[in-house]
C-alpha cells in the first residue's frame, strides 16, 4: 500500500503530529432552483432511481443477477486499526525523522545553486509531501522556502523549475488569490449524457463573459458526469463547444452496446457497460500519466475536486479527488489525494452501480459520487473556504443536468406502495439535488449563488444516445436559457468583475511580503 494513504488514515501519526489545528464540521448537501407556476412543482431528477429504472428496462428481473458469480469475486478487504498500526511499525519512520527530513529538503533547496539543482531538490520537496501529508505546515513555516518557491515560479526563465515550484506551493498549501472580485466557483452535478444540458448553460455563460469557463473560475468541482466536465474543462482547457463533441463522443462508444453483451457483463462483474472500453477512453482523451496534482503545474489552472463515494466503510463517505492541498492546518472534513490518476479520478466519479465496476484505491472501494452527493455545491464551498479562508465569494454557479416537474393535483390514494416504489423513494432522497439547493441558497447571500438545472420533457436515461431523444433534450435546455437568460446574464456580468482598488493594493501588499520572506499561513 502507498504510504500517504496508510498516513492519511492513521491520525496519531498525521494530524496530532504537525497539525496545530484541525478544520472540521459538517456541511450541508447540494442541490435545485425556481420552480414553475400552477399546480406542478419542480422536482429533482432521481439520480440513481433512473439507474434503476434503466437497468430494469434492459434485463428482465436484474435482481436475479445482483449476487451471480459473487461466491467468485473477491470481496474488498477494509484494514482494521490494528493491521494499520502494524504496516506502521514494520516501516516506522519516527516523527523526528520525518520533520528533520523536510527541513533537510528545505535547506538544500536554499542553499542550491544551479537551476537543475534546485529543480531536483524541489521536486524531491514534493514527493516528500505527498509520502507524508503533515509535513507541509513544516514548509509552509519556513517563510524563506515560500519566498524562494515564489521567486522561481515568477522569475525563474526554466519552464519546468517554474511548473516544478508552483505544484511544489500548492502542495504545501500556497495558493494564488481569487482571478476577480473574490472567489468565483462552479459546481457541476452528475446526470450521464444529460450532461448535455448543463453544458447549453455554461456556453451560454462562456458566451455572455466572452472568456472560457477555465478563466472565469478559481475552482471547479463535478461529480459523474460533472466530475468529467469539469475535467475537460479545467485541465484540457477546452471551450464548452470542444468539451460537448468529446462528451458526445464519449458517450456514444460507451453506450452503444447491446442487451445480450450487457447481460453478460452484469452476470460476471456486475457492470452493464464496458469498463476497460471506459478506462482505455479515459486514458486515449486525459492521458495515462496525468496524476491530479501535476495539473497544477500549468499557470492559471483552477483547482479541481472530483468526487466520488466510498463504499466499503460503515456509512457512504464522499473521496475527493483534488489538484490542491489545503493550507497547513485547514484540513478537509473529507478523505481525499492528489496523487492519483486523473482518468482513475473520473472513472471512481463515474462509476454507476451496475453501470459500470467499482474502482479498488488501495484498501478502498469507490463508485458513483452522486450515492453521496450528486449536487456537490455544498463540498466545493466547503472545500474553496479552506483555500481561501480571508476571500469572499463573489460567484458561485452550481449546474444541473435535468430534472422533471411533477403533477401535484393528481396523486393516486394507495394504501401501501411496493417493494420497488419504497426502494426508488429511498434512492430519490439519497441523491436529491434540489434539496442541497435550498440549503445552500439560505446560507449564501443573493446575488452571489445561481443555480441552473433545466427542466426536461421527458425522464431521459442517463445512457441516452437516441439522436431524437438528444436533440429532444436540447431543445429542452435552450428552451430553459431563453427563459432564464437575465439570470444567466447576471451571473456572468459578476464572473468577470475585477478586483476593486482595496483589494488590489491589500493583495499587491500581501504578494510583496511573502516574496520578501514574510510569508505567514492563512
Not at 500517504?4 to 464540521?25: A, D, H, K, V, Y
Not at 428481473?61 to 474488498?76: A, C, F, M, R
Not at 478487504?77 to 514494520?90: F, R
Request: charged residues 20%; positive net charge.
Amino acid at each position: 500500500m502507498h504510504r500517504s494513504c496508510l498516513i492519511r488514515q492513521t491520525e496519531p501519526f498525521t494530524r496530532t503530529l504537525f497539525s496545530s489545528s484541525t478544520s472540521n464540521g459538517g456541511v450541508p448537501t447540494p442541490s435545485g432552483t425556481q420552480q414553475p407556476t400552477g399546480a406542478t412543482v419542480a422536482t429533482s431528477y432521481g439520480y440513481f432511481a433512473d439507474v434503476f429504472k434503466s437497468f430494469v428496462s434492459k434485463v428482465e428481473n436484474p435482481l436475479n443477477y445482483l449476487n451471480v458469480g459473487s461466491s467468485t469475486s473477491k470481496e474488498p478487504v477494509v484494514e482494521t486499526k490494528a493491521q494499520v498500526i502494524q504496516k506502521l511499525n514494520e516501516n516506522r519512520v519516527s516523527r523526528s525523522e520525518v520533520a528533520s527530513k523536510t527541513r533537510g529538503l528545505i535547506k538544500k533547496i536554499l542553499l542550491a545553486e544551479s537551476a537543475q539543482s534546485r529543480l531536483v531538490r524541489v521536486r524531491q520537496l514534493s514527493e516528500h509531501i505527498m509520502d507524508f501529508p503533515p509535513t507541509r505546515i513544516v514548509a509552509a513555516q519556513n517563510a524563506k522556502l515560500i519566498a524562494e518557491l515564489l521567486d522561481m515560479v515568477l522569475n525563474d526563465s526554466d519552464t519546468n523549475l517554474r511548473e516544478e515550484s508552483r505544484q511544489c506551493l500548492t502542495l504545501i498549501g500556497v495558493h494564488p488569490a481569487p482571478k476577480g472580485r473574490g472567489v468565483n466557483l462552479l459546481s457541476i452535478d452528475g446526470g450521464g449524457t444529460r450532461g448535455m444540458m448543463g453544458l447549453e448553460v455554461l456556453e451560454q455563460i462562456e458566451s455572455l463573459s466572452g472568456k472560457k469557463i477555465c478563466d472565469n473560475f478559481d475552482m471547479i468541482c463535478g461529480v459523474s458526469t460533472g466530475g468529467i466536465i469539469a475535467a475537460l474543462l479545467t485541465v484540457k482547457r477546452y471551450s464548452v463547444k470542444e468539451c460537448r463533441e468529446i462528451y458526445m463522443d464519449i458517450s456514444r462508444k460507451l453506450f452503444s452496446q447491446g442487451k445480450f453483451q450487457g447481460g453478460l457483463g452484469l452476470i460476471w462483474k456486475h457492470s452493464y457497460y464496458n469498463t476497460t472500453l471506459w478506462i482505455n477512453i479515459l486514458k486515449e482523451i486525459i492521458g495515462e500519466d496525468v496524476t491530479l496534482i501535476s495539473t497544477s503545474r500549468k499557470l492559471n489552472t483552477p483547482r479541481l475536486a472530483v468526487i466520488a463515494s466510498i463504499v466499503n466503510l460503515p456509512t457512504i463517505q464522499p473521496y475527493i479527488f483534488r489538484n490542491y492541498d489545503h493550507p497547513a492546518g485547514r484540513d478537509s472534513h473529507y478523505r481525499g489525494g492528489t496523487e492519483h490518476p486523473l482518468w482513475t479520478a473520473i472513472q471512481a466519479s463515474a462509476a454507476a452501480p451496475l453501470y459500470f465496476s467499482e474502482v479498488k484505491l488501495d484498501n478502498l472501494l469507490l463508485q458513483d459520487g452522486g450515492v453521496y452527493a450528486n449536487n456537490p455545491t455544498a463540498i466545493a464551498y466547503h472545500e474553496a473556504k479552506l483555500l481561501w479562508p480571508n476571500e469572499k465569494f463573489n460567484c458561485v454557479v452550481s449546474v444541473g443536468n435535468g430534472r422533471t416537474v411533477a403533477n401535484i393535483e393528481h396523486v393516486p390514494t394507495l394504501s401501501s406502495t411496493s417493494f420497488q416504489d419504497k426502494l426508488l423513494k429511498i434512492i430519490d432522497s439519497a441523491t436529491d439535488t434540489e434539496g442541497v439547493h435550498i440549503n445552500v441558497h439560505d446560507m449564501l447571500p443573493d446575488k452571489v449563488y445561481y443555480r441552473f438545472n433545466p427542466y426536461m420533457t421527458y425522464t431521459y436515461g442517463l445512457d441516452e444516445i437516441d439522436a431524437d431523444k438528444l436533440e429532444q433534450m436540447q431543445n429542452d435546455a435552450k428552451l430553459y436559457v431563453r427563459r432564464n437568460s437575465e439570470k444567466i446574464e447576471d451571473a456572468s456580468k459578476i464572473l468577470i468583475q475585477p478586483p476593486t482598488i482595496n483589494q488590489k493594493a491589500q493583495r499587491y501588499i500581501k504578494s510583496a511580503l511573502d516574496l520578501r520572506g514574510f510569508y505567514k499561513p492563512a
